[in-house]
């Protein structure tokens, strides 16, 4: 039985999950990191896709994209195939890197967007990951460090979460 097609549209708000194949690591070190926030900006950048929270666990990565021109659809096969490729010739491996395709939870804005940002962005911190929130500020793996000043990302679009929180940035 085929697959049903995923609910998608121009200003849709994806929350996204990607689990490595039996919830083994799809990280494992901070180059395979590093190419995957490489590859993610990229993507983000050429299919003026809005990115307002990431965070990426050894076995899995959060996302929340805004859809642009590009379908979702799109964004995601550029993302993981072009990581798992990069992977796989890296770590001289074969086969899968993902647990079946992705999970993407379709999210309405104005209730969901700013909790969505905080559980995203609080995953490192509960993956224990980093020890405590001023870590979790330097934390590089993570969009947090973007919204605190810490990391510049061009692609991730900070303005527009801050602005849900205040109308200006205090420091």
């Given at each position: 039985m085929p697959r049903k097609a995923r609910v998608d549209a121009v200003g849709a708000l994806h929350h996204i999950i990607v689990r490595g194949i039996e919830r083994r690591k799809i990280f494992w070190d901070d180059a395979d990191r590093d190419a995957f926030v490489e590859r993610l900006g990229q993507v983000i950048t050429e299919t003026h896709t809005d990115c307002f929270s990431w965070a990426l666990i050894p076995n899995h990565v959060h996302l929340l994209l805004r859809t642009g021109l590009t379908p979702i659809s799109t964004v995601m096969r550029r993302l993981l195939t072009g990581y798992a490729v990069q992977f796989n010739r890296r770590h001289r491996r074969h086969g899968h890197l993902f647990q079946n395709r992705y999970k993407s939870i379709l999210c309405q804005e104005?209730?969901?967007?700013?909790?969505?940002?905080?559980?995203?962005?609080?995953?490192p911190l509960r993956a224990r990951l980093v020890a405590d929130y001023k870590s979790l500020k330097k934390y590089k793996y993570a969009g947090h460090s973007a919204l605190m000043g810490i990391c510049?990302?061009?692609?991730?679009?900070?303005?527009y979460i801050l602005s849900?929180?205040?109308?200006?940035?205090s420091i």
């Open positions: 104005d209730p969901y967007l700013k909790q969505l940002v905080r559980y995203i962005h609080l995953k510049q990302r061009e692609w991730q679009n900070t303005e849900q929180f205040g109308p200006r940035v």
